[in-house]
């Protein structure tokens, strides 16, 4: 462990060789492996685990329930959902050893992925995306998409401030919490930089 500036629950076990940011809160019966990566202000709800060269960047939140496996990379602000579940195998069998066939799945910047979700390993998720509660990602998901159902869809865009977008004629919408303007051009959005 690189410092002690992040609390443990009692209950837990961090395991040596893990680098924890300050701020980082680890809570009841969560485990951590030796040689994964967590970054500042993270909170680690009851009974997660995360497994070895898993990394997770600053401000991650993981709800209850929630198993990192190794092969996931979240970037900063993501917000994990309870018992919303990653895999690591896109085959896997009980009797075949498949621990180098590991596919490698991205949580980009400010995305969140909702309670029970499944994210079928090797599908990025694309920064200040939105996996509704219970979907099923097969594929990759696009910056800011709303993705629901099983398998899951895209119906439409959502906002950094976590709002739908609606885009007029000429391809621009405004957040309705905040008032920022996205544009939409060729399937993609991309935020007014002001």
């Known amino acids: 462990m690189s410092n002690k500036n992040y609390f443990t629950h009692e209950s837990a076990y961090v395991d040596e060789g893990c680098e924890i940011g300050e701020g980082t809160k680890i809570w009841h019966f969560s485990h951590v492996m030796p040689n994964c990566k967590i970054g500042k202000d993270c909170s680690l709800g009851q009974n997660v685990f995360v497994a070895s060269k898993v990394v997770l960047g600053n401000n991650v939140k993981v709800q209850n329930n929630v198993s990192i496996y190794e092969g996931v990379f979240c970037e900063d602000d993501v917000f994990l959902g309870p018992s919303m579940v990653f895999t690591n195998v896109y085959n896997p069998r009980s ?3 498949r621990k180098d ?3 490698q799945t991205i949580v980009k910047k400010g995305a969140s992925i909702g309670a029970n979700a499944t994210i079928v390993c090797g599908n990025n998720i694309g920064q200040y995306a939105f996996i509704g509660a219970g979907a099923v990602i097969k594929t990759e998901v696009p910056d800011y998409a709303l ?3 099983v ?4 119906i439409g865009w959502i906002s950094e401030h976590g709002e739908r977008l ?3 004629e000429n391809g621009i919408a ?3 919490g905040n ?3 996205y544009h939409l051009k060729e399937n993609k ?3 007014e930089i002001s």
Not at 151 to 154: E, F, G, H, M
């Open 95 to 97: 009797g075949v050893i």
């Open 101 to 103: 066939e590991y596919r």
């Open 147 to 149: 993705m629901v159902g």
């Open 151 to 154: 398998p899951a869809r895209q």
């Open 166 to 168: 609606i885009f007029d």
């Open 174 to 176: 405004t957040c309705p």
């Open 179 to 181: 008032e920022e303007k």
């Open 189 to 191: 959005v991309t935020k």
